[in-house]
């Protein structure tokens, strides 16, 4: 199915749009009734505010009512005067109180919509992400998400109080004289065909350019998250063609909805002046022929002009509204994606575990691909450190993903402590799981608060005592601010083993009865892989260790080595009866074999 071309073929996404933000919005519906209610006063005072004018220029015709005649001339300019000003103040008082109660509930809309969007994200499958770009998914969550506010309050709302602006002056326009009104508004049923049509084409430049402004955005995430190779290589040249071009259609697309929008805007003035036009001729003649008194043509031309207000907005906001519905779109994508693996009903917060790991009889397949886990049994007692080794697309990455559930078996089953891990709220169930990756991910806030990150209520003391077990305390305490040491993103201001080591202390203060270790040596040299192995060995007492490595050296501490192949467990010992075979092997295939 293709994207919705014009604005009412959007309007289904944009009623499931409004459907998500509505929890929001009923949470404040007090603020919006009070809103809808400075909105109606303000189309009251409207109203109004042409009648002080009629009443002075009546009395100059002579043509004034009963009730002002016995008013001397004065009093009545003096009254006049007054009331107008207090309805405008009055009005613009409403005004002010609507457009603030919309601008608060519509920013609180948003903001926890743009909430559930990144937490959705973040429960989405690593495969989803792998097949993503960043840049395209942070432009969903930040401007998309932004865009939003014209569609959730800040433009569908007063659009909807401005057509009931529309027909009640139109019923008064109609009250004071029919004939005068239909022909007042005898030129709005073209309009509102050459409207229909202009909006198709605005709702189409406007899904364009969110496609162009998404892959502006993904260029730029890719080559700044990529800063260090694309100028080891000289790329930059290469990226700022590709961001150029795009940027330059970025320009056309803006161009031509503003084009649009912009002939839409002035066809609504010659529609307004066509109809002042018509309310000159048609009712200056009954003017002159003492049917309508000057005041009664005044207020008629007066609500003419309020009346086609909504003509000018709809004109105003059409493009935003485009521009919106895309986004809408873009965010709806994200929100109504599964995630791969979630909470299952009846799932139980994870009791404090002592880390026994099963993997009974597991199977998986990856979809659309041969390789992943056939059949395999393995049973891993608790505080038993494992060291598990393999070609790459043997199943390693696959069997550690099961355990914490990045995804779940086709067959059988993965028991902690004998509890399937499916019958576990997911949070619980990794909060007792620590992880060290082969890339250490660190933020861009103090060494403390990194160290601290995942835990709850840790004291600086706690902080500093896992520093020393990881062997970072006293490079830490070197930097100018200590523990207080900003880092850049992804920790980019330390090297490799100094990252590794400040991971290695956040584990150990989570305390986690069971350790996943991806690599976490690999790329370090010899002084660094023997710092952060000495930091893993006492990180991993007491605990259940599961690491897959090629670092034979490294797995000599273990208890244990289990060898994949093609999804399969085909050798599982100690260290000392597999090494000896996987060394003679990487050495007779050129140094790959079952350890790449």
Request: with cysteine.
């Amino acid at each position: 199915m293709g994207r919705p071309r014009s604005l009412r073929e959007a309007a289904p996404g944009l009623a499931r749009l409004l459907a998500e933000v509505r929890p929001e919005l009923k949470r404040h519906r007090g603020l919006l009734a009070g809103g809808a209610v400075a909105l109606v006063a303000q189309l009251g005072f409207r109203l109004l505010e042409p009648w002080p004018l009629k009443w002075v220029l009546d009395r100059v015709a002579g043509a004034d009512g009963p009730w002002l005649r016995d008013l001397p001339g004065n009093e009545l300019l003096w009254i006049s005067a007054a009331a107008l000003t207090f309805t405008v103040a009055l009005r613009a008082a409403a005004g002010y109180a609507s457009t603030i109660a919309f601008a608060r509930v519509g920013n609180t809309a948003v903001a926890s919509l743009r909430s559930r969007v990144f937490d959705h994200l973040h429960r989405l499958p690593v495969a989803f992400h792998r097949r993503s770009r960043g840049g395209d998914l942070l432009l969903r969550v930040i401007s998309d998400c932004g865009i939003l506010r014209e569609v959730t309050v800040t433009a569908l709302l007063p659009l909807a109080i401005n057509v009931l602006v529309l027909i009640t002056m139109a019923a008064v326009m109609f009250w004071l004289d029919p004939w005068l009104a239909a022909a007042a508004f005898a030129p709005v049923p073209l309009f509102l065909v050459f409207a229909r049509r202009r909006a198709r084409s605005i709702g189409v430049v406007g899904r364009r350019q969110r496609r162009r402004e998404a892959q502006l955005a993904s260029t730029a995430a890719e080559s700044m998250g990529a800063i260090h190779i694309v100028q080891a290589l000289s790329l930059q040249e290469r990226f700022g063609e590709v961001f150029g071009a795009a940027s330059r259609k970025d320009v056309a697309s803006g161009v031509e909805g503003k084009r649009l929008a912009a002939g839409l805007e002035r066809s609504v003035d010659v529609v307004v002046a066509l109809c002042t036009a018509t309310v000159l001729v048609v009712g200056g003649r009954s003017a002159l022929q003492g049917d309508l008194t000057p005041g009664d043509l005044i207020v008629f031309t007066s609500y003419l002009r309020r009346a086609l207000r909504p003509l000018r907005d709809f004109a105003k906001y059409t493009a935003r509204l485009a521009k919106a519905s895309a986004a809408g779109e873009r965010v709806l994508e994200i929100l109504e994606l599964e995630p791969a693996v979630r909470d299952l009903p009846g799932a139980r917060p994870a009791p404090t575990l002592t880390g026994a790991v099963s993997f009974d009889r597991v199977t998986f397949r990856h979809p659309g691909a041969g390789h992943g886990l056939t059949d395999v049994q393995l049973e891993i007692p608790a505080g038993q450190h494992v060291v598990i080794v393999g070609t790459s697309g043997a199943g390693k990455s696959t069997l550690l993903g099961m355990l914490i559930r990045v995804q779940d078996p086709d067959a059988g089953a993965v028991s902690v402590d004998g509890i399937d891990v499916r019958e576990l709220g997911l949070g619980s169930l990794r909060r007792q799981i620590g992880i060290l990756h082969q890339e250490p991910l660190l933020f861009a806030a103090s060494i403390r608060e990194n160290i601290a990150w995942g835990a709850e209520s840790v004291s600086d003391q706690e902080v500093k005592a896992a520093a020393r077990l990881a062997g970072a305390h006293r490079f830490i305490e070197r930097l100018p601010h200590g523990y207080e040491t900003q880092l850049g993103e992804r920790g980019g201001t330390l090297s490799r083993g100094e990252l590794q080591r400040i991971a290695i202390a956040r584990l150990a203060v989570r305390k986690a009865p069971i350790l996943i270790l991806d690599e976490p040596t690999t790329g370090l040299d010899e002084n660094n892989r023997r710092l952060v192995g000495d930091a893993l060995a006492r990180l991993a007492r007491g605990r259940t260790c599961v690491m897959v490595t090629h670092d034979l050296d490294a797995a000599e501490r273990c208890d244990r080595v289990v060898v994949l192949e093609k999804g399969h467990v085909v050798a599982d010992g100690l260290p000392s009866a597999i090494l000896p075979g996987l060394r003679d092997s990487t050495v007779e295939e050129g140094g790959h074999a079952l350890v790449g």
